[in-house]
């Protein structure tokens, strides 16, 4: 089981952002690999606090995360908000590298101490995923073709001579406190430390091609309409001795024709007849997973909520699947012959026709009061 990303920085759920920041540089810098060689127990330390600061600084992950735990983000394990299992140490220094300050040469590429060439990350792709009910409920493996920007075959690139391959310039400041010392993006090779050298006639000016690449994709029971998932190094590659970029999956949840969905419960209005509703009746209705069958109890009033334990969509988190709501309707003929009007009017006065209800029939108000309780 993954361990709960606040207790891998120690910090509480309430922490803001900058305690955050504060609490992940504290264990970069006391698990750093540099601080740590051949250390496999820190390197996994490193790699899980990376993990946890890049949901945690996040705000839409943060929330994600707080409301449906790893699950947000793992889904089957081809996800990750930052998973540390699709994330090599070059990810890490490639996106946090400017938190470790000057504590280890700057915080460069990984494995020199900031004194190796620096890799920077392509660009994320965004698709959109619909999903029916059913595979919501069941959790699917999907294959999309996407248009990636790749290196093309046979470019090469040189090192970056603004910057000897660092991907940064450093700028020395005379101020009032003395010569104050900065670095910033090369605007050369714009961070990569390399710079185009040959290419092929149908590369552009980067040396990339787009391609046409499909993907799998798992996508785990109970997702929900909006989340987005993360399929690590699947987006565009960036030039030279870079890292891709990721490819973002935001879901969208197709409607059903029959279930309406309410979180991890479903709903289903059943419509019967007036003499069924007298007599009782058993019926098949529509289940996530195929038909059930229930028995409906004589006399079964208009607005009845039966509950099918179960029967509803898996939590996220693995907390047990919801429920599936069947609301009851009697349905009111609107026109009657001769003989069916005569049979009505004779009743009008009986007493096994005029309302009378138990103590035990909720009142409309109260049903949705236990509903959404």
């Known amino acids: 089981m993954k361990k709960d990303f606040y207790e891998i920085l120690g910090i509480s759920k309430s922490a803001d952002a900058a305690a955050i920041k504060k609490a992940y540089r504290k264990k970069a810098l006391e698990h750093h690999p540099d601080k740590n060689p051949d250390d496999k127990s820190a390197e996994e330390k490193f790699k899980l606090a990376a993990e946890a600061y890049e949901v945690l600084s996040d705000p839409n992950k943060k929330a994600k995360y707080d409301q449906y735990g790893h699950q947000a983000f793992d889904g089957s394990g081809g996800f990750g908000g930052g998973g540390h299992g699709g994330m090599n140490m070059d990810d890490i220094f490639s996106q946090f590298g400017d938190i470790f300050g000057s504590a280890f040469g700057g915080g460069g590429g990984f494995g020199g101490g900031g004194g190796g060439q620096r890799r920077i990350k392509g660009s994320n792709l965004r698709i959109k995923v619909k999903l029916t009910l059913e595979e919501i409920a069941n959790g699917v493996e999907k294959k999309v073709k996407v248009k990636r920007k790749v290196q093309a075959p046979g470019v090469t690139y040189r090192t970056c001579s603004t910057c000897n391959g660092q991907g940064q310039v450093m700028r020395v400041t005379n101020t009032i406190l003395g010569r104050m010392q900065s670095a910033s993006t090369c605007p050369t090779c714009g961070g990569s430390g390399q710079i185009l050298d040959k290419k092929p006639a149908e590369a552009d000016s980067q040396g990339m091609i787009l391609e046409d690449e499909t993907v799998s994709i798992k996508i785990p029971a109970g997702v ?80 009845k909520i039966l509950r099918l334990k179960g029967k509803g969509i898996p939590s996220i988190n693995g907390y047990g699947n919801g429920d599936l709501l069947v609301h009851v309707n009697v349905w009111t003929p609107k026109t009657l012959n001769k003989d069916q009007r005569q049979f009505f009017e004779k009743n009008l006065t009986d007493e096994n026709f005029i309302p009378n209800p138990e103590k035990s029939d909720k009142s409309f108000f109260e049903k949705v009061k236990d509903m959404f309780s």
């Open 224 to 303: 929900v309409d909006g989340m987005q998932l993360k399929v690590s190094n699947k987006g565009n590659d960036a030039p030279g001795n870079s890292v891709p970029g990721d490819l973002i999956v935001a879901i969208e949840e197709m409607e059903h024709q029959f279930l309406k969905r309410e979180g991890e419960n479903l709903h289903y209005d059943l419509y019967i007849s007036f003499s069924e509703a007298v007599l009782g009746i058993s019926k098949d209705i529509e289940a996530i997973n195929g038909k059930v069958r229930i028995k409906l109890e004589e006399g079964i009033q208009s607005g």
